[in-house]
Every structure is written in structure tokens, then in C-alpha cells.
């Protein structure tokens, strides 16, 4: 399965960027992560292919996460951004259910994109 997202950018904080992933295989969890240099990758939110959705605590409210599960694409509304959410974001995919899943930890995830650059400036 390859991975590979589009979407990032810069805008300034407050505003809005769409991330897409396409998937080149069947997938069931996905998930989005997301790093700044020099610290741990971080799982920002992850979507069921039976449609559960989470989401880490400082997002909730503002990312939306949502799958095209005909197109095999997964992607992420970030609204309201802050310049505390600057990073590269990654798609991130495995082949089980996210229930069975450490979601908040990328070693979980077996297939990984290239990953694309969110800047906010303030």
C-alpha cells in the first residue's frame, strides 16, 4: 500500500487548509500524524473504515477527518488554525480495525506517506 498526501501550505492563523491521502491498496484504520523537529510524531486523528472517528485533544473542535472509502481517500478539515499546529503532517494506514490499534502511537501504523508541510503564521 502506498500513501500520499497533498494539501498542506501556509496561511495565516485562524484560517483553513485541506489535507488529502490517496491510498493505493484497502486500508481499514488511517490516521493523520503530524511532527515538529526534535520532538515525537504525534496522532492527531484516525478514521474506522466502519466510520468511528477520534481525535487528539487540542484539535477536536477544529479538524474534521473523513474518508472516500470508493476513492480511497482519506482526508482532514483544519479549520481555525493556530501556529501551534505547524508541522509535517502524515498520512498513516494499517490493515486492522483502530479499536485494535495504540492509535496515538505511530509504530502501530504499517504504511505511511511522504508526509506534507502545514505552516500558520500568526
Known amino acids: 500500500v502506498q500513501l500520499m498526501e497533498s494539501g498542506g501550505g501556509s496561511v495565516q492563523a485562524g484560517g483553513s487548509l485541506r489535507l488529502s491521502c490517496v491510498s493505493s491498496g484497502y486500508t481499514v484504520c488511517m490516521a493523520w500524524f503530524r511532527q515538529v523537529p526534535g520532538k515525537e510524531r504525534e496522532g492527531v486523528a484516525h478514521?474506522?473504515?466502519?466510520?468511528?472517528?477520534g481525535y487528539e485533544d487540542s484539535v477536536k473542535g477544529r479538524f474534521t477527518i473523513s474518508k472516500d472509502n470508493a476513492a480511497n481517500t482519506l482526508y482532514l478539515q483544519m479549520d481555525s488554525l493556530k501556529p501551534e499546529d505547524t508541522a509535517m503532517y502524515y498520512c498513516?494506514?494499517?490493515?486492522?480495525?483502530?479499536?485494535?490499534?495504540?492509535?496515538?502511537?505511530?509504530?502501530?501504523?504499517?504504511?505511511w506517506g511522504q508526509g506534507t508541510q502545514v505552516t500558520v503564521s500568526s
Open positions: 498513516a494506514a494499517d490493515g486492522i480495525y483502530c479499536s485494535l490499534l495504540n492509535v496515538s502511537n505511530h509504530f502501530h501504523f504499517g504504511y
Open positions: 478514521f474506522d473504515r466502519e466510520g468511528g472517528a
